[in-house]
């Protein structure tokens, strides 16, 4: 594929996260297809941070190693990163980041260039992306404008225009040899506006947008990397859109919370990261056997405990497959990319609400935290459905909330805006909601809740196949599935690859079918132990030929994508 | 009005402070206006948290110390409605430790009924942390140690805005509280000693009823400082009635959200357009 890759690296601090906002949205509003990538550290100054800026005149849906320039704000990141620009490729620091170094690609830019107010690493990033568009063959207005766009109001007048200057002085400074414009255009824009009518969203950002056009009124979360983002996102809208938005006390509160929203009639949803999620284990059985519908959102990242707060991770399924202790129903469905992000993320409140269950929307740090361009959501492609409702009596009385039901799914009613009264209970109960631990209502209870498994693995799509027939399949789910079906295209489509949205419950046939013919399945996830097979091998009687696991916590890339398919055709997955 | 609120039949033991407790709840409630569909009961686990199944009303029985979490979620969705909350000192102070100093912090808008009897009734005998040092148990057979937790202090420290403490042997001064606690627009905590008959033989009814003494009119109930001061000075007596009560906007009032209708009367009718506005910052 045509394409781009911009690596901008440095300490926190330094301006490496704005730099690759300027980059993005400029690359977006002139018509190009972007795709970053975000690889930080967790710490609020200093280490060495890393942004890939990839941009093309064709979607984008992963990341790539290979740098085709580097932007080095500081000698670190020049050491660091250099190895990985192409042969052909040109990294460009201030001189005093240069160090001894004399590689050719290196373009060292003096501190002189410039006006006098805009000396010093403080503008750094700002110079460096001006070289970047010069090299480019980009007029330096067009970085002007974004910066002008993104910054007035947020810098003081002169130090914006300190900023400015510079971009106009250091553009001048490329020599015409360095100056190579990309061999592809954007495609004529479709829509007009200033970015020919596309978003350049996060993962979060979609998941975010998908459940304010939901309908959801009640958020909460506590503070934890990845998922932090949708606090923000829904706390900053809240007002705006009529959503309470609260930062709980701990990960217990939060799911709490969203239970008492969705009990008193709002769409609710909490959000946290796998360790909050085990601190909500006991509650994510409250709302499964209150019935109570509600969203959690895990952004995975890899563990154990602490394990790698910025790191990426998917090893979070069968955990939350199995999490909670007792058996009742839930559901656990993944965005493949920032489509899904946003119309799976609509989606999971309707499931909730269809069963009245706890429903996991599970995404990884890596595609959470990855921004791409996407055509602008299509808001009349969301779906609200509210499920089940009793008709409202003449006078006061109690429902029968949980009224067995041959789908398990029982009649709500909002407690205060009705004639209902709604009792919920997290003792096993009786058909109105209280306690009781008779023995047969309990299997009565119980074995409706259950039935809810059946009615919604029927309803849940299977697997997608793409590329279908070939003698191989490869099944994989949220953010490995971009890096691999580019990787896989790459190497002439020789795979078939299933892509799994739906991944509990699982209808054993449907998943059966969509697999079958196949000489070998093999599942190629960011875990070490191939929990989709596991899983696959637990609910359908699948057996994977191999996995094919990546688990140090950085973004799959395509390269790392090839490794892992070249390690497949090599005989030793 | 006509009050019925009568329900399923609670199992106490027989003298169980918690039938007291029952009996103050029902008569607060008519006493208060309050009808089984205009008030939401959220209860935790614990042989006080029971009595909700007792209250003909809308419930939602949650987990152990997790009542008010789950209330501040009913109160976001639905600022409009009476939340009523009845559990006990393990629920309340131990498991629940952190949500109630958050509730009491966010101020609530709530009225928490803890019947405090010093020891688990549920889980047969254990020490409770209002359980005094002395108090012994198979798990402290040398005695519980420590200092015992006290509700009161830790309200007024948590930022609870109507504080108040009673006894289940003084049935027309907790009512009284019960309703007023109702009638409060914030964090309004009733700390209620009730004695356990069969697993707490230290603080008996006697050893209550010696104690609870109403505070009388020297007390100056809107002074923060005279709250702390009675609550903290170490005394044979425990003073009873209204220790503390305040006016400071309400969790809900935080939020322009929930300035007018319930989220959950408006929220059902949001339309998926509402968030293109927000298309435009990424653009």
């Known amino acids: ?259 008492g929203g969705s009990y008193a009639g709002v769409r609710s949803a909490c959000g946290s990261s796998g360790a909050g999620l085990s601190l909500m284990a006991e509650s994510i059985g409250l709302a499964g056997i209150t019935e109570t519908p509600v969203v959690i959102y895990d952004g995975q990242r890899a563990g154990p405990a602490i394990g790698m707060a910025t790191r990426t991770e998917q090893s979070d399924l069968l955990p939350l497959v199995h999490s909670s202790h007792g058996e009742f129903p839930r559901a656990v469905i993944s965005p493949a990319d920032h489509y899904d992000s946003f119309y799976l993320a609509a989606e999971a409140f309707n499931i909730a609400d269809a069963w009245q269950v706890p429903v996991f929307f599970v995404n990884d740090l890596g595609q959470a935290g990855s921004e791409r361009s996407v055509e602008e959501y ?114 002439g489509a020789a795979f078939s690859v299933a892509v799994f949205r739906y991944l509990f419950p699982l209808d054993p046939e449907k998943v059966r079918r969509a697999l079958a013919g196949f000489s070998r399945l093999i599942t190629v996830e960011q875990n070490y132990t191939g929990q989709l097979g596991k899983l696959l091998a637990m609910d359908c009687g699948l057996r994977m030929h191999s996995h094919l696991g990546k688990y140090d916590g950085r973004n799959l890339t395509v390269e790392d994508a090839l490794e892992l398919l070249g390690s497949l055709e090599g005989g030793k997955p | 009005m006509t009050c019925n609120y009568d329900f399923h039949q609670p199992q106490w033991c027989p003298g169980c402070g918690n039938f007291d407790l029952l009996v103050c709840v029902k008569d607060a409630l008519c006493g208060a206006n309050l009808g089984p569909r205009d008030f939401i009961m959220v209860t935790g686990i614990g042989q006080a948290s029971k009595l909700g199944f007792s209250v003909k009303c809308n419930l939602f029985n949650g987990l152990h110390g997790r009542a008010l979490p789950l209330a501040t979620g009913v109160n976001m ?116 000693m009730s004695p356990c008959i069969t697993f707490n033989k230290t603080n008996t009814f006697g050893w209550f009823k010696q104690r609870a003494k109403p505070v009388g009119p020297e007390h100056d109930a809107s002074s923060f400082d005279a709250a702390v001061s009675l609550v903290s000075r170490e005394q044979e007596t425990i003073p009873t009635g209204l220790l503390y009560k305040a006016d400071r906007p309400v969790y809900s009032d935080r939020f322009s959200a929930l300035k007018g209708e319930a989220l959950a009367r408006l929220a059902p009718a949001y339309s998926p357009d509402r968030v293109k506005p927000l298309f435009e910052k990424y653009k």
Not at chain 1, 15 to 29: E, F
Not at chain 1, 407 to 419: D, Q
Not at chain 2, 79 to 102: C, M, P, Q, R, T
């Open chain 1, 378 to 491: 299509d808001l009349s492609r969301v779906r609200v459905d509210r499920g089940l409702f009793a008709p409202e009596p003449a006078g006061t009385a109690m429902l029968a909330r949980y009224a067995v039901t041959e789908s398990g799914v029982s009649p709500r009613a909002v407690p205060a805006l009705s004639n209902w009264l709604v009792s919920c209970d997290s003792h096993e109960h009786d058909e109105n909601g209280r306690l009781t631990d008779d023995k047969d209502n309990r299997v009565r209870q119980q074995a409706k809740r259950m039935r809810k498994l059946a009615g919604m693995a029927a309803s849940f799509p299977g697997p997608e196949i793409l590329n279908p027939g070939k003698p191989d399949c490869l099944l994989a789910w949220g953010s490995t599935v971009g890096p691999l079906l580019e990787a896989v295209n790459m190497r």
């Open chain 2, 77 to 192: 969705a639905n600022h409009k409605v009476k939340l009523i909350s009845v559990s006990g000192d393990g629920d309340y102070y131990a498991e629940g430790g952190n949500h109630f100093i958050h509730a009491a912090r966010r101020n609530l808008n709530i009225a928490v009924f803890a019947g405090d009897n010093r020891v688990y009734g549920l889980t047969k005998g254990q020490a409770s942390p209002t359980a005094s040092p002395e108090f012994t148990t198979p798990i402290h057979p040398e005695g519980v140690g420590g200092k015992p937790l006290n509700p009161a202090l830790l309200a007024l420290a948590s930022g609870a805005t109507f504080v108040a403490r009673s006894f289940t042997g003084n049935k027309e001064e907790l009512t009284g509280l019960m309703k007023q606690a109702i009638a409060h627009r914030g964090f309004a905590l009733v700390d209620i």
């Open chain 1, 1 to 259: 594929m045509n394409h781009i890759n911009v690596v901008i690296a440095g300490a926190a601090g330094q301006g490496v996260q704005s730099a690759g906002d300027i980059l993005g949205k400029t690359l977006l509003r002139l018509g190009y297809q972007v795709f970053i990538a975000q690889d930080y550290q967790s710490r609020v100054r200093g280490g060495h941070n890393f942004i890939s800026v990839r941009f093309s005149d064709e979607p984008l849906a992963a990341p790539v190693r290979r740098a085709d320039y580097l932007l080095a704000l500081n000698e670190e990141s020049v050491g660091l990163r250099l190895g990985e620009l192409a042969p052909e490729g040109l990294a460009f620091c201030l001189e005093a980041a240069k160090g001894s170094r004399t590689d050719q690609r290196l373009r060292a830019l003096p501190d002189s260039v410039g006006p006098e107010a805009a000396r010093g690493e403080k503008f750094a990033a700002v110079k460096l992306l001006s070289m970047l568009f010069a090299g480019l063959g980009f007029k330096p207005e067009v970085l002007a404008g974004s910066v002008k766009k993104i910054f007035e109001g947020r810098l003081k007048p002169e130090l914006l225009r300190a900023n400015l200057d510079a971009v106009a002085a250091v553009a001048a400074f490329i020599e015409a040899k360095d100056v190579r414009a990309p061999a592809f255009q954007p495609k004529a824009a479709a829509r007009g506006g200033p970015s020919a009518g596309r978003l350049l969203v996060s993962g979060n950002d979609a998941v975010s947008l998908g459940m304010a056009a939901a309908g959801a009124g009640v958020y909460a979360g506590y503070p934890m990397t990845p998922s932090t983002s949708i606090l923000n996102t829904l706390g900053t809208a809240g007002p705006r859109l009529g959503i309470a938005v609260e930062q709980a006390e701990d990960e217990i509160a939060a799911l709490n919370i969203a239970i």
